[in-house]
Structures are given as structure tokens and as C-alpha cells.
């Protein structure tokens, strides 16, 4: 198989885009194929919607037989997956914004999926919001849902690490939030499902946003900060997962969130949005028709039932061993196989 270089912009620890392609890299360097990853080298001091542009420019510029299976918009690749989504419907949740990284977005998306050999969607609702928004043929995009690696863990030795670091009581449930970017991911909806809680808990809001501040203001406001702990961004988020008991991830708009896999491997009942990709995996009982859809009295009800709690949380592994990083390189794979077939003919 010719030498695949695998194209992602950014290269930080805490994007799921970043953590997936690391993860996928791993599997296919042991399958004896070669490859490379192309990360933008251009100064953080410049415009965001001018690095993605220029990045596009590099990109295209430099091609010439290089085969291309890119994580980013790029008009220029061989396989375009649409981890990222549609920004086109991305920008209906949002309102108006005069940010000219949306124009941009929206230019190199319609080239990606123009110009794309294949799409690779994270979901079924992807692939139809790439049909419904861009014309694009049914036949040229394929579902291929993420992929994470499944580890063994201890609950009580995480329950005991989380208690120590955050002075909590090791028999409190856990109720978890993963992921930055807090008003797309529902932080907002998340404290107020919480308030709404009639059991014991202490939740768990770690990842990176700027504006911190408004929601700590806002569990004072709704009198549950003694019950809250915003970690920032962290490197053992798997401790976290492992230490829970739940996962609420009330999203506004994401393509299929790794965060919901991960939290399922790792034992958590996990509540989501039918605006989540992920959604489509998950049983119909634990899904939201929205993120403002309060489901406390279904959190209460497992808080307040061991038994039941229990008994979810295995499922949900085990729905989550379905999923393997492995699974999906393989298919990945034979997309790639299948594109390259196509280009010697």
C-alpha cells in the first residue's frame, strides 16, 4: 500500500479529533503501513481563518502524488473525514456570528466534499446533513462510527485517586462532564439538569474554556457550587471516566462524541442529545430530544437504585466493546484500499 499521510492541523493533547488520529496512527503502523501526519506549522499569531486557508494552500500546493486521508477541510484530499461534522449545520445552533473563520470553514467544506474521492462520516445523521446540505451522492460517503481503545481499570482505586485530590467522600456518586468548548458541549444545561437533583452527588467538569468563570457564577446562582468542581484541562481524564458513575454530555451539536464512547468503556451510564452522533449507539431511554430536555428525574432514579446503576453501567461497556479503534482502522482501511483501487484505474 502506497505511504498515507494523514492531514490535522492542529496536534494538541485534549481534542477528540487529535486524540482519535493518534489512536488510528497506532494501529495502522502495526499493520506495516506507512504513513505521516501533516500538522500546520504556521504562527499561532496570525488569524485563525487565515491558517486554515493557508494550511489548505500548503497543503494543495505541495500534493503532487501524496495520497491525502484528511481530519480537516482541505480541498484537496483523497479521503475527507468528517469528524468535525457539518459546519453548515453547526452554524444553525449557533446564530449570528461575524467571525470570518465561519466563511472560511464553509469555502473549504464545500471543497472537501466536492473534490473528496470518499467520505468518511463519524455517523448517520452526518451523512445526512452532508446530503441534505450539499448535494452530495449518498453512495460516495460511508459510515464508519468511532473507534476507541478499550482498557482495563479499577472504579474504587479511581474513586479513592479523585477522592483524595478533591476531598470527596468516596461513597458520593459521581456525575461527569468531558469535553472543551462548554456552550456547544451544554455546560450550561448540564448545571441546570443537576440543580434539579434530588440525591447525593459531587459532578465533575473537566476540560478547557475560556469564559470559566460565567459558569462557577452560574452553580453559585443555581446554589450547587459546593457540588461542583471545574477541573480545567486535564491529562488523566481516564481517572475521571473510571470514577464515575455518570455521564451527562447534553451537546447542542457534535458529530459523534469519543467522550460518550469513553465514558461507556469505562463503566458510566451516559445521558446525550440526539443532536450527538453517538446518539445513534446508545439505548432510547438514556437519549435527549434536546439539551434543554431535563432528564433528572431519570438520573435520580439510578442514583437512588444501586442495583439498577450497576447493571447499566456494565451494559454500557459493553455496548462500548463494539467500538474498538481497531474495528474502525480496519474499515478505515478498506476505504483506502477501495480509493486507491480507483486512482490506478
Not at 473549504?108 to 473534490?115: T, V
Not at 451516559?270 to 446508545?282: K, P, R
Request: proline fraction near 3%; include cysteine.
Amino acid at each position: 500500500m502506497r505511504k498515507i499521510f494523514f492531514v490535522r492541523a492542529s496536534s494538541g493533547p485534549y481534542g477528540g479529533a487529535e486524540k482519535y488520529l493518534s489512536r488510528l496512527a497506532k494501529v495502522i503502523k502495526e499493520k506495516d503501513i506507512e504513513y505521516e501526519i501533516l500538522n500546520s506549522s504556521l504562527p499561532g499569531w496570525l488569524p485563525s481563518w487565515i491558517r486554515a486557508l493557508l494550511f489548505d494552500l500548503q497543503l494543495c500546493f505541495s500534493k503532487k502524488e501524496k495520497f491525502y486521508f484528511s481530519l480537516d477541510r482541505i480541498g484537496c484530499c483523497d479521503i475527507y473525514r468528517a469528524g468535525d461534522g457539518v459546519h453548515k449545520e453547526f452554524l444553525k445552533t449557533k446564530g449570528l456570528s461575524l467571525n470570518p473563520l465561519h466563511l472560511a470553514y464553509l469555502y473549504l467544506e464545500r471543497k472537501a466534499f466536492k473534490n473528496a474521492k470518499k467520505i468518511i462520516a463519524n455517523s448517520k445523521m452526518v451523512k445526512r446533513q452532508i446530503v441534505k446540505n450539499y448535494d452530495i451522492p449518498p453512495e460516495k460517503i460511508v459510515v464508519i462510527y468511532n473507534g476507541i481503545e478499550i482498557k482495563d481499570f479499577d472504579k474504587n482505586l479511581a474513586k479513592e485517586k479523585i477522592s483524595k485530590e478533591f476531598k470527596v467522600s468516596e461513597n458520593k456518586k459521581i456525575i461527569l462532564f468531558v469535553g472543551s468548548g462548554f456552550a456547544r458541549k451544554g455546560v450550561k444545561e448540564f448545571l441546570e439538569i443537576l440543580s434539579f437533583l434530588k440525591s447525593d452527588f459531587h459532578a465533575f467538569v473537566v476540560g478547557k474554556e475560556k469564559k470559566i468563570s460565567e459558569y462557577e457564577t452560574l452553580a453559585e446562582r443555581l446554589r450547587i457550587s459546593d457540588k461542583i468542581t471545574f477541573t480545567g484541562p486535564r491529562k488523566d481524564a481516564d481517572t475521571f471516566y473510571a470514577a464515575a458513575d455518570i455521564f451527562l454530555f447534553p451537546t447542542r451539536y457534535e458529530p459523534f462524541s469519543n467522550a460518550v464512547l469513553e465514558a461507556m468503556s469505562f463503566e458510566n451510564v451516559v445521558f446525550t442529545t440526539l443532536q450527538n452522533g453517538a446518539s445513534e449507539i446508545l439505548p432510547k431511554k438514556y437519549l435527549m430530544d434536546s439539551p434543554s430536555d431535563f432528564v433528572s428525574e431519570r438520573i435520580d432514579e439510578l442514583l437512588q437504585n444501586e442495583d439498577r446503576l450497576r447493571d447499566i453501567q456494565k451494559r454500557m461497556r459493553e455496548i462500548a466493546k463494539k467500538f474498538t479503534i481497531e474495528k474502525n482502522a480496519l474499515e478505515s482501511i478498506e476505504v483506502i484500499d477501495e480509493v486507491l483501487k480507483q486512482k490506478s484505474i
